[in-house]
């Protein structure tokens, strides 16, 4: 009798266990072909290299074969990756989970790793929005296998945006290939955020290499088995520089040497003393990495390294955005599951499935909350990354043309929205994944059921790449007040021509209209009342910064369900590539955002106009008497 009841529990135990990642293709059809219009927007932009025109024959290719990926490869790792994580031998061998390696090689030889870059160092020329397409699937299946390939991209960008020639000619094919990885090191022991602490010393030698010495933590991806060589991208000091941030440099240095005909050599003097033993993304080591006088080469100008990393920085962050966005689907693809099958008391409106002891508890509305919830930041979120993506389609344009001007304007638009995008939907994955326990019950508790790994692996998002609260003082501050507010006003002026288009529709779609127009004309009258309380005392910037971002990101993704909701509409009347009732379901969705999600921003608000002294008042000291005193 105790071994059955064990074996029943297991049964009920288990529920989600058997369900799997399945990539949202119909979902992100609607996106690409009706909301978004990819097709257009190829055709506008054009070919960025000879001969290779984005169209949607590719489009299609691409995800159907990366929907193969996740489905045969990657989503059956994610679950081995946690339980196994990965293994310090010594410090020039860290092992990776069963089968990432295999994974990684069906990577490489399909080319994706070079799908957005130039086919001169061997990539396939393809639109940066594409690989972001392609990259929210596999972040879904399996966050922490795609982030080897992830940080290597922004290695990429990096050496092509700053390097010479020669050091573009040497790195960027082997790393394009996939045949090398890359990383980002900036952390050390006594500096996380606050670069201007960085202490890494270059010093230079005679044959214009540096040597580079200094310890590094919290470096993703800083030693593994999947390739022969890794490229780190250093922030280091040179002889003489200035304190802080002004003073640092951004050198390349690779694990193992290489000759200029390819073939990799020796040793490099770089090390991994040690991988941290963290709360998730077991599938990535978090690698100690020790810079022992290593061979390093100059990227850029001397002391500019920070501006040059910023390069990596917004990639990485736009990266973790998608990382939100990945963790939402696949918390809300869990609960769906779950809600439809679990039974627990009737529904309060009468019973809905008689053959069961129970109704399932997707027809008790506060489980419904949740699901919706999840729902809106999954499929809105998506709809912010593509639009980023299109953007950054024609940033690209302009930099290749020599359109300086018009790459600045891009740049400084991207760089408006990057930290909404990666502040708020960071936050709001975080969020959905709690939720994707919640639904659970107890059961959500348990690993077998995969929802609580969801939630330890972007909890991390919020905080890496820069936490939620300097992304936010880097919209408020940096991006909007050091600006004199032209880029909110910017923003602000395109989502009231978005409203005026739809102001005066009839029925819901233009009751969103009217409240996401009076939402924004509050966020950029508050942006000016932050500004003139900020000239008395800067810290309202801090206080209110948090906030401030998050009623950005809610005003935000309400006005990309608009948009999902005004083309529902006309599909609804006109007919689209889906039936009736999954158009049915988008308008739906877009009223829980409009009446549920939207007002969030009540409470942000009244946040904003906390008064100061309720927060800087209290002395240090005074925070506890029982302990660190």
Not at 91 to 99: A, D, I, S, V
Not at 207 to 232: A, E
Not at 243 to 248: H, L, Q
Not at 263 to 280: A, P, W, Y
Request: glycine share 8%; hydrophobic share 35%; charged share 20%.
């Amino acid at each position: 009798a105790v071994a059955k009841r064990a074996a029943n529990h297991g049964k009920v135990a288990s529920i989600g266990a058997v369900r799997e990642y399945v990539v949202p293709q119909r979902e992100m059809n609607f996106m690409i072909k009706e909301v978004h219009e990819f097709d257009k927007h190829y055709d506008a932009l054009g070919p960025l290299f000879e001969d290779c025109q984005a169209d949607m024959d590719t489009v299609d290719m691409v995800v159907d074969e990366t929907v193969k990926l996740c489905h045969n490869e990657l989503e059956p790792l994610n679950q081995i990756a946690d339980t196994e994580g990965c293994v310090w031998k010594d410090e020039y061998t860290t092992t990776t989970p069963k089968g990432f390696k295999e994974a990684y090689d069906i990577y490489v030889e399909s080319g994706w790793q070079g799908l957005s870059f130039p086919p001169e160092y061997g990539g396939q020329g393809m639109p940066m929005s594409m690989a972001l397409i392609q990259s929210e699937m596999i972040a879904a299946a399996n966050w922490t296998w795609l982030m080897f390939p992830g940080l290597s991209k922004g290695a990429i960008n990096t050496i092509y945006a700053h390097c010479t020639d020669e050091l573009k000619n040497k790195w960027l094919p082997p790393l394009i290939s996939g045949e090398f990885t890359g990383t980002m090191c900036l952390t050390e022991p006594q500096c996380g955020s606050d670069l201007g602490q960085v202490s890494t010393k270059a010093e230079p030698q005679a044959d214009g290499s540096y040597k580079i010495s200094g310890t590094k933590i919290f470096i993703s991806c800083g030693d593994h088995d999947m390739v022969d060589n890794i490229v780190h991208c250093v922030l280091a000091r040179l002889p003489g520089a200035p304190a802080g941030t002004k003073g640092i440099s951004l050198f390349l240095v690779p694990k193992k040497t290489m000759d200029d005909e390819g073939t990799v050599g020796d040793l490099n003097h770089v090390g991994v003393s040690r991988i941290e033993n963290k709360m998730g993304c077991h599938g990535s080591p978090t690698c100690q990495v020790e810079f022992d006088g290593a061979q390093g080469f100059l990227i850029g100008t001397e002391n500019r390294g920070l501006n040059h990393m910023f390069t990596f920085i917004n990639t990485s962050r736009v990266g973790t955005a998608v990382q939100g966005v990945a963790a939402a689907e696949l918390a809300f693809q869990n609960s769906l599951w779950y809600a439809k099958e679990r039974g627990s008391m009737r529904a309060l409106s009468g019973t809905k499935e008689p053959e069961m002891v129970a109704d399932p508890i997707i027809y008790h509305p506060s489980v419904r909350t949740m699901l919706l919830t999840q729902k809106c930041i999954s499929e809105g979120g998506r709809s912010m990354v593509y639009e980023c993506g299109k953007m950054a389609d024609y940033m690209m344009r302009a930099e290749i043309n020599g359109d300086t001007a018009e790459a600045h304007r891009l740049d400084e638009r991207l760089g408006f929205l990057t930290p909404i995008l990666k502040g708020f939907l960071t936050e709001a994955g975080k969020e959905a994944a709690d939720l994707g326990i919640q639904v659970y019950g107890g059961h959500g508790y348990i690993k077998d059921n995969k929802a609580e790994q969801v939630y330890r692996d972007v909890r991390i998002a919020p905080v890496w790449e820069g936490t939620t609260q300097i992304q936010a003082l880097d919209l408020l501050g940096r991006k909007i007040m050091l600006q004199k507010l032209k880029p909110i006003n910017e923003h602000c002026n395109e989502l009231y021509k978005l409203c005026w288009k739809h102001m005066f529709d009839t029925g819901p779609v233009g009751t969103h209209a009217r409240s996401l127009m009076n939402h924004t004309m509050e966020w950029h009258l508050m942006t000016y009342f932050i500004g003139f309380s900020a000239k008395d005392n800067k810290e309202w910037i801090s206080s209110t910064s948090v906030d401030y971002l998050m009623y950005s990101g809610y005003v935000t993704l309400a006005a990309h369900w608009l948009q999902m909701e005004v083309v529902a509409q006309e599909k609804l009347k006109a007919g689209g590539n889906e039936e009736a009732e999954f158009y049915q379901a988008k308008i739906q969705t877009s009223a829980f955002m409009f009446d549920y999600l939207l007002p969030r921003t009540r409470g942000h608000k009244a946040n904003m106009w906390t008064p100061l002294k309720s927060i800087t008042d209290m002395k240090a000291e005074n925070f506890s008497f029982d302990h660190a005193r």
